[in-house]
């Protein structure tokens, strides 16, 4: 089955360490309730406008990738646009 995923559509909720927004555009299992509920893989979208601390996924791969801007610094690496970059959730990072 092909789905449509709409920008209206997306869940706009806040950052756990409430420094900005993000948009999930996909969770699965669908009727997953995040945060809390456990889930196996989760899409979001979201705009970082300035320096600070990551929030903490315990237990969580999380993958980043820049699609918009110049890139982002991320701990001590150093992302450029377009290119994926996996780090742990219960890795303190800013």
């Known amino acids: 089955m092909i789905r449509m995923l709409?920008?209206?559509n997306y869940r706009v909720?806040?950052?756990k360490n409430g420094r900005g927004t993000t948009r999930q555009i996909a969770i699965f299992p669908e009727d997953a309730a995040f945060p809390g509920d456990e889930f196996l893989w989760r899409v979001s979208s979201a705009k970082v406008t300035e320096a600070g601390p990551f929030s903490a996924f315990p237990g969580c791969d999380r993958f980043l990738a820049v699609w918009q801007g110049a890139g982002l610094l991320l701990g001590t690496q150093s992302l450029e646009p377009l290119v994926p970059q996996k780090f742990s959730g219960d890795e303190p990072i800013e």
């Open 6 to 8: 709409r920008l209206d």
């Open 13 to 15: 909720m806040p950052w």
